[in-house]
T-cell receptor, first 112, second 114 residues
Framework: DGGITQSPKYLFRKEGQNVTLSCEQNLNHDAMYWYRQDPGQGLRLIYYSQIVNDFQKGDIAEGYSVSREKKESFPLTVTSAQKNPTAFYLC???????????FGPGTRLTVT | AQSVAQPEDQVNVAEGNPLTVKCTYSVSGNPYLFWYVQYPNRGLQFLLKYITGDNLVKGSYGFEAEFNKSQTSFHLKKPSALVSDSALYFCAARRDTGGFKTIFGAGTRLFVKA
């Protein structure tokens, strides 16, 4: 899992509540990503950020929001507008000029 | 649209036998290709990549992959499987220019039986 930390490992929330997932990296990577993993569907990109104070929507951004105020941090907020938020969330980072991504250990979110 | 296909949901192999996990891709331009491995309730770990050059690339833990442009494939291989290789394997691809997104396949679960 390298130098990327995600917290908490497991998170339980009631429907209608917003929740923020933490992602921190000490690899000095420029780009950071959030993916959602559901069984049998692989990884789907939620948001990504190439540099501080800039981010772009991925394929499934609806109901999610992010910020990138610091290079090492890229928190993801799952809002009450996300219709099916229960999933495994993975944060990743990448060094500029390289192509492979490095992943954190993930946060499993359960919303009931 | 760009896509990555892993045609097998599951691959079963006996320990000591060679293993192959298949991947085909559809990417405009020249593809950059990757294999990642995921153990239960963990993040993905990078195994290897093809960017350019030799079609056979070697990676971590004895894995290798062969890029075949005519068949648009990038199959993962290992000469002798270990029980500890049992995990979920993801193939991924991205364009060489004009894009920042990496597309992931749905994953193939590998079971290595002792």
């Amino acid at each position: 899992d390298g130098g990327i930390t995600q917290s908490p490992k497991y998170l339980f929330r009631k429907e209608g509540q917003n929740v923020t997932l933490s992602c921190e990296q000490n690899l000095n990577h420029d780009a950071m990503y959030w993916y959602r993993q559901d069984p049998g569907q692989g990884l789907r990109l939620i948001y990504y950020s190439q540099i501080v104070n800039d981010f772009q929507k991925g394929d499934i951004a609806e109901g999610y929001s992010v910020s990138r105020e610091k290079k090492e941090s890229f928190p993801l907020t799952v809002t009450s507008a996300q219709k099916n938020p229960t999933a495994f969330y993975l944060c990743a980072s990448k060094l500029a000029g390289r192509y492979e991504q490095y992943f954190g250990p993930g946060t499993r979110l359960t919303v009931t | 649209a760009q896509s990555v296909a892993q045609p097998e949901d599951q691959v079963n192999v006996a320990e000591g036998n060679p293993l192959t996990v298949k991947c085909t891709y559809s990417v405009s331009g020249n593809p950059y290709l990757f294999w990642y491995v995921q153990y239960p309730n963990r993040g993905l770990q990078f195994l290897l990549k093809y960017i350019t050059g030799d079609n056979l690339v070697k990676g971590s833990y004895g894995f290798e992959a062969e890029f075949n442009k005519s068949q648009t494939s990038f199959h993962l291989k290992k000469p002798s499987a270990l029980v500890s290789d049992s995990a979920l394997y993801f193939c991924a691809a991205r364009r060489d220019t004009g894009g920042f997104k990496t597309i992931f396949g749905a994953g193939t679960r590998l079971f290595v039986k002792a």
